[in-house]
């Protein structure tokens, strides 16, 4: 324990020494010596703990970490005294956006608990963690960091949180300052800050955030600049960008088909409509700029005027079951009758008659993919 309390010491020097403005933390390997507080099941007391963490950062929201802690707690029970705790795990980091100096994030991982105590050896010790903490960054290398964790695993004395607070230092390379400086000799001519000499972009109109060369800046990487970039958060370099900066998308048609018969003379559901009427809905659901008309239709028994209301009649029961079964709004689903008039098997038998007491449909959607490089 006395050689964390030293590397604290020294990180916190080295913090102070090169304090400035922050910046995104470097690529690279990082420590974490840190100190807190255990929280116990009921049979322990909470007591302090000293740990350090070491793991390492990549260029992403990404970064990785094995952490040892070590605390010393008493039981509630005088008869069985105090155990000495070291825990161990490993885990992953994920960085939320960072504001101003804050840098917040989610932790995750698993681990174990060793006792030193002879109840707690026959215990399973492995143990699960999930928490939140935030970096407050000196600069791109150094921040003070804080982190809650909660832990669950089997034994009844498991530690159950975990505060901690430290010092985080990331060994990566230092990126090149974004601190710019005008040279008073040759001018700034384009007025961005950079000037002439160092400006790789001597053009850049007025108003256009630049980066350090004197270049609008590209901020996810996709090679179209901020100040043309209508969608600021394509980052993924398999897929194709388009002159606007956005994903270009493969668009293809898709289709379903409803066709469901009815009873003579009636417009009545039959219990296998449901099914058909479901797979319809499913694909609405999935495709929300779809709409479908329901189509009724009849054989050629009974008069002709009858048989458009008694189509009418049909269509409407199956529009009914998708916007009041299945909620599918109503703006999206119409209907219409054609009575005896489209037949698509021979009236003249009864099986032909049946296949024309129906109900169709055709819906068409769109489905999009990513165009891949």
């Given at each position: 324990?006395?050689?964390?309390?030293?590397?604290?010491?020294?990180?916190?020097?080295n913090?102070?020494?090169?304090?400035n403005?922050?910046?995104?933390?470097?690529?690279?390997?990082?420590?974490?010596?840190?100190?807190?507080?255990?929280?116990?099941?009921d049979?322990?007391?909470?007591?302090?703990?000293?740990?350090?963490g070491?793991?390492?950062?990549?260029?992403?929201?990404?970064?990785?970490?094995?952490?040892?802690?070590?605390?010393?707690?008493?039981?509630?029970?005088?008869?069985?005294?105090?155990?000495?705790?070291?825990?161990?795990?490993?885990?992953?980091?994920y960085?939320?956006?960072?504001?101003?100096?804050?840098?917040?994030?989610l932790?995750?991982?698993?681990?174990?608990?060793?006792?030193?105590?002879a109840?707690?050896?026959?215990?399973d010790?492995?143990?699960?963690?999930?928490?939140?903490?935030?970096?407050?960054?000196?600069?791109?290398?150094?921040?003070?960091r804080?982190?809650?964790?909660?832990?669950?695993?089997?034994?009844?004395?498991?530690?159950?949180?975990?505060?901690?607070?430290?010092?985080?230092?990331?060994?990566?390379?230092?990126?090149?300052?974004i601190?710019?400086?005008?040279?008073?000799?040759?001018?700034?001519?384009?007025?961005?800050?950079v000037?002439?000499?160092?400006?790789?972009?001597p053009?850049?109109?007025?108003?256009?955030?630049?980066?350090?060369?004197?270049?609008?800046?590209d901020?996810?990487?996709?090679?179209v600049y901020?100040?043309?970039?209508?969608?600021?958060?394509t980052?993924?370099?398999r897929?194709?960008?388009?002159?606007?900066?956005?994903?270009?998308?493969?668009?293809?048609?898709?289709n379903i088909?409803?066709?469901?018969?009815?009873?003579f003379?009636s417009?009545?559901?039959?219990?296998?409509?449901?099914?058909?009427v479901?797979?319809v809905?499913?694909?609405?659901?999935?495709?929300?700029?779809?709409?479908?008309?329901?189509?009724?239709?009849?054989?050629?028994?009974?008069?002709?005027n009858?048989?458009?209301g008694?189509?009418e009649?049909?269509?409407?029961?199956?529009?009914?079951?998708?916007?009041?079964?299945?909620?599918?709004?109503?703006d999206r689903?119409?209907?219409?009758?054609?009575?005896?008039?489209?037949?698509?098997?021979?009236?003249?038998?009864?099986?032909?008659?049946?296949?024309?007491?129906?109900?169709?449909?055709?819906?068409?959607?769109k489905?999009?993919?990513?165009e891949?490089?």
């Open positions: 324990m006395r050689y964390l309390k030293l590397l604290a010491i020294f990180f916190a020097a913090i102070l020494a090169s304090a403005l922050a910046a995104e933390e470097a690529e690279g390997f990082t420590i974490y010596p840190h100190l807190g507080q255990t929280i116990f099941g049979e322990l007391d909470d007591d302090m703990l000293l740990g350090i070491v793991g390492y950062r990549f260029d992403s929201p990404w970064a990785i970490e094995l952490t040892y802690q070590q605390t010393d707690a008493d039981f509630e029970s005088p008869l069985v005294g105090d155990t000495e705790i070291d825990l161990w795990h490993l885990g992953a980091l960085h939320l956006k960072k504001k101003d100096n804050l840098q917040p994030f932790s995750f991982g698993i681990g174990k608990a060793d006792y030193d105590n109840p707690m050896n026959g215990e010790n492995s143990q699960v963690n999930a928490g939140v903490g935030v970096k407050w960054s000196f600069n791109e290398k150094a921040a003070l804080g982190d809650l964790k909660i832990f669950t695993g089997e034994s009844n004395d498991q530690v159950e949180a975990a505060v901690s607070f430290g010092l985080h230092y990331a060994f990566g390379a230092t990126p090149e300052p601190t710019r400086t005008v040279a008073t000799n040759d001018g700034d001519t384009d007025n961005d800050g000037s002439d000499s160092a400006d790789h972009c053009g850049t109109s007025r108003g256009i955030e630049t980066d350090r060369h004197g270049c609008p800046k901020d996810d990487g996709d090679g901020n100040d043309m970039d209508d969608c600021p958060d980052t993924d370099r897929a194709r960008i388009d002159e606007k900066g956005c994903y270009v998308r493969l668009e293809t048609k898709v088909t409803l066709n469901v018969e009815f009873d003379d417009s009545e559901p039959r219990d296998e409509h449901t099914g058909e479901q797979k809905a499913d694909f609405m659901v999935q495709h929300p700029h779809s709409y479908v008309v329901m189509e009724g239709h009849t054989d050629s028994m009974g008069a002709e009858y048989n458009q008694l189509s009649q049909r269509a409407s029961t199956i529009a009914d079951m998708l916007i009041k079964k299945f909620e599918i709004s109503q689903v119409s209907f219409v009758g054609f009575g005896e008039s489209q037949p698509v098997k021979n009236n003249n038998t009864a099986e032909g008659r049946q296949h024309n007491r129906r109900v169709v449909a055709v819906v068409e959607g489905k999009q993919a990513l891949m490089k």
